[in-house]
């Protein structure tokens, strides 16, 4: 069984930055960060490989946000900057037994439990 615990949201102006980051228990193979504004569909933000060698990102934030992992604790952040409005959002961190990364809420096995973001013009 996997456990994710997110941490690091909060209020931050437009144009500014915050970094995500998602302890996990266990061992899962790839990770992804999604998120899901109120009224909205959960959506992929980024995923990342087990080694980190491979990444995805949504168009909306490529440039702007960077997914990363440290297997040694056992982390995965999502560095986000030039943040703006649309942004706004609980992001979740996901985890699946699988090697591939994944673009769908519905090929991760492992949720947290959110984290709320929010982005003032």
């Known amino acids: 069984q996997v456990q994710l615990v997110e941490s690091g949201g909060g209020l931050v102006q437009v144009g500014g930055s915050l970094r995500l980051s998602c302890a996990a228990s266990g061992l899962p193979f790839s990770m992804g960060w999604f998120r899901q504004a109120p009224g909205k569909e959960r959506e992929f933000v980024a995923a990342i490989s087990r080694s980190g060698g491979s990444t995805d990102y949504t168009d909306s934030v490529k440039g702007r946000f960077t997914i990363s992992r440290d297997n040694t604790a056992n982390t995965v952040y999502l560095q986000m900057n030039s943040l703006k409005p649309e942004d706004t959002a609980v992001y979740y961190c996901?985890?699946?037994?699988?090697?591939?990364?994944?673009?769908?809420?519905?090929?991760?096995?492992?949720w947290g439990q959110g984290t709320q973001v929010t982005v003032s013009s």
């Open positions: 996901a985890a699946r037994q699988d090697l591939a990364l994944g673009t769908s809420p519905l090929n991760y096995d492992y």
